[in-house]
């Protein structure tokens, strides 16, 4: 079965680093997706990611967050000057795109990251 | 503003019992209701889902009611079992747009043997 993969599953960063949250989304799809998940919150939306550029985005992703489609299999998250508010548990989601009749959202398992 | 907002927070049902959840959305351009199930260490998967154009969508143990008048959703668990102890989120989407899932706080469901 098709699956979202990330890389790495965990990472530690110092704070004022930069990080560079890697993903895989299924092949297929069309719509790709950051959220991010704060130790027992809810699952919040960063970004949309479609036609090589972003087509949605919230108050979350300010400057200091960037995403890239390098090539045509990868999907990155770049977080500039890491803070120790921005660790959480980063999920990327791919879904097919318009058209279909299957909007489903595939989540990939996170990547924890942690910032000291 | 919270667009999706849940409750209960967490919920303990015994084995056999009815587990119900529920959600109340803001926006009426929603027309996409998905549930999500979370395992801890794993990702959200997608449970089930609702479009609006019906009230009650069912699959095996999970039904969803949707009531479009009063903006309010809620997920039934029938004869919960233990494996179904994990985290619910509900959310909300304008369908196949490519807009992001919004996502209620989630419910941490126990299921007790």
């Known amino acids: 079965e098709p699956e979202v993969t990330q890389t790495p599953s965990h990472q530690v960063t110092q704070m004022g680093q930069e990080v560079i949250l890697r993903c895989v989304p299924i092949s297929n799809h069309l719509y790709f997706y950051w959220y991010r998940q704060i130790l027992g919150q809810k699952v919040e939306f960063l970004v949309s990611f479609y036609n090589n550029e972003i087509s949605e985005k919230s108050e979350i992703f300010d400057d200091q967050f960037s995403v890239e489609r390098p090539d045509g299999s990868n999907f990155t998250l770049k977080i500039r000057s890491t803070k120790l508010e921005d660790s959480a548990m980063y999920f990327c989601?791919?879904?097919?795109?318009?058209?279909?009749?299957?909007?489903?959202?595939?989540f990939g398992q996170g990547t924890r990251l942690t910032v000291v | 503003q919270q667009q999706v907002k849940q409750s209960p927070q967490s919920l303990i049902v015994q084995k056999g019992g009815i587990s119900i959840i529920n959600c109340a959305y803001e926006n009426t351009a929603f027309d996409y209701f998905p549930w999500y199930q979370q395992f801890p260490g794993k990702g959200p998967a997608l449970l089930i889902a609702?479009?609006?154009?019906?009230s009650e969508k069912k699959e095996g143990r999970f039904t969803i009611s949707f009531n479009k008048s009063a903006k309010q959703f809620s997920l039934h668990i029938m004869d919960s079992q233990p494996g179904d102890s994990a985290t619910y989120f509900c959310?909300?989407?304008?369908?196949?747009?490519?807009?992001?899932?919004?996502f209620g706080k989630g419910t941490s469901l126990l299921v007790t043997p």
């Open positions: 609702i479009r609006p154009d019906v």
């Open positions: 959310a909300a989407e304008i369908f196949n747009s490519g807009y992001a899932l919004n």
């Open positions: 989601a791919s879904t097919p795109g318009f058209g279909t009749a299957n909007t489903e959202a595939f």
